[in-house]
């Protein structure tokens, strides 16, 4: 087998590299995000330096004081959890060093689309669809929202209500008209 198909991670000491996959780069380097977005990603690392790092830490201590780490469940597990909490904790810290805070509200009750829209649009069969444009990190497709990255968003960024966009898709070109724009109010 080529070395090129082996994980580094696959050493004596069972410790995971950095392989969880990050989300896309934007493409100037920017991670700009909401401050809802920024305060949850705040909020995750520090309930993991605060609260769950130290009590994994309190677990493994007692683990290893049982004596044989080799065949103890809680020992290794807690090693592993260990290990990947660390992992985010490294993982949240870069993207929130990197991150910018935008306020969309300042656009509130405008009619371009910036970061931070709930755009309404119609595709070509009139078939309604309705997404907020977030930062990469705080985007959930579930709930509507998109990257501002995604090809969909950057076909309607800088667009104004009643405007028609081109989106590229694999099937060809769609084109989107903008039905509304909405910005939350200031707090």
Request: a negative charge; hydrophobic letters at 35%.
């Amino acid at each position: 087998m080529s070395k090129a198909f082996t994980r580094e991670s696959d050493s004596q000491d069972g410790q995971d590299g950095d392989d969880l996959p990050a989300p896309a780069p934007a493409p100037s380097g920017i991670n700009y995000i909401t401050r809802t977005g920024y305060e949850r990603l705040r909020s995750e690392l520090f309930t993991l330096i605060d609260d769950e790092r130290p009590r994994i830490v309190e677990i493994v201590h007692w683990a290893a004081s049982n004596g044989d780490r080799s065949e103890n469940g809680d020992y290794l597990y807690g090693k592993k959890r260990l290990r990947e909490i660390d992992r985010r904790i490294r993982f949240l810290t870069q993207r929130l060093e990197i991150a910018e805070v935008v306020d969309s509200s300042m656009h509130h009750g405008g009619e371009q689309v910036f970061f931070g829209a709930t755009v309404c649009y119609a595709d070509g069969t009139g078939a309604e669809t309705t997404v907020t444009i977030l930062g990469v990190d705080e985007a959930d497709s579930a709930q509507g929202q998109i990257s501002w990255v995604s090809p969909v968003a950057r076909a309607l960024l800088k667009a104004r209500v009643g405007d028609v966009v081109r989106l590229v898709v694999p099937g060809g070109v769609q084109e989107l008209e903008i039905l509304s724009v909405e910005y939350p109010a200031a707090p």
